[in-house]
């Protein structure tokens, strides 16, 4: 009984702790490509924009569709925040399906405590979680990609546990098909991914690996579809430092070593993988996985949790000569943090040294664990971002700005002054007007709220040129 009663307070806790990232949910707003392709959603044919996307714009097959759909299209700003909070749900119901098929042979309250922190930590420290949570455009990419993929990743597994029959193959299929045609990164991740596992089913000579060899062809086709696509040359070509092999190689490495240095030393990862130590040693006991470390050696783990950061860096690198944005370091640390553990079973497994520690020793660790959730990175970030009211006054912000923008449509205004958006959470997205009413931001509500004719500046900028206002 005691054990339970440990078990479900730690899980009770656990999910206190997601609490403040579902509330700033509510205060989340649209900015920038969200009003533009709203916008083209509203005033055009629905698939040939689609077909405009990929032929002109990009080769993602499924997440420029879902671009198109965003709440805004329907007028529904309430939507548009609920969006964030149904993104929340559905990336950790993954995580939680991903970990249930992985740890079949642990109890329901032991999984949902796993699926909690490994979620939890991601969040944690997520590069730049105010565009892979709180932002349509950016959040329906990326991280919705992820999400389905570990999800397609569960379902492999399950395939592979249960012996599924012949149609199962084929809803994996589908899942692939989905998973690759969010962004390029995550479909390089699926053909990596998916070539490792291929070669480890045969040299190991597991009954699976006719399945998963199928499902790498796919992979490899799928992929062609969104790389080779014509959109996505019409796009390299509007770069000009882009194609740089040796510069784009050398930026890329030192990226990856600047960001496995950030994510492995922050508290919450250090005190899970402490106590993954003694979780470790009672899972090889129970299941064969974890037993023969994956299938995988120390040197072949640990490439592949380095490869996996540097297929999320150089592509931005190859293709815009920048790293710009870290949208696809979001889908990076996702995948680098599951792949994390299965290094450390497999260094675990290798090593010939045994530590043992006392319950209270594993309770400190336990403590620094959800302190560190709770109190550093995002986690703190939340926390400020709704107590100091930061939160508050943005949304307030954006509302007024939205009331007035919409009140102009009814007025023959030449020019429009809208005051900057002061407040600035840490975790939730704004790209803010310019004083340029030529800007492409300015420009996006002109095209969503269908002003036209009227010139849209900041008030500094509108007041400097003594401009006629409301």
Known sequence: MNKINKGYTLLFILTVAILPYC???FFANPSADDFCLSAQAQQNDFLELVYEQYFIRNGRYVSSPLSFLNPLVFNSLFGYKLVSLLLIVVTFLSVLFFVCELLYFKS??????????LFLVFLQKMPIISEGIYWFTGSVIYTLGSAVFIFYIGNLI???RKGLGGYWAGILTLLLFISCGFNEVLTLLVVFILGVVTFVSFQQSLKVQKVVLWQFIFACLFAAILILSPGNSVRGNSYSESHRFLYSLSYSFLQVGRFTVLWVASVPLIAASSLYYFLNKKMVKECELFKYSFYLNRWASIFILFAIVFICVFPAYWATGILGQHRTLNVAYFFFLIMWFINLTVWFNCSKTSVEIKGVQKLVLTIFLVLGICFSGNGYHALI???SGTARAFNVQHVDRFERLSGAQDRAWNVLALDLVLAKP?????????NNSKDWRNQAYNMYFELPKTEILTKDKANLNNEIVE
């Not at 329901?108 to 922190?117: D, R």
């Open 426 to 434: 840490k975790c939730l997205f704004t790209y803010d007007i310019s």
């Open 158 to 160: 399950k395939y592979h």
């Open 108 to 117: 329901k309250v032991f999984k949902a405590i796993a699926s909690l922190i």
């Open 385 to 387: 971002d709704l107590f």
């Open 23 to 25: 509330c700033l949910c």
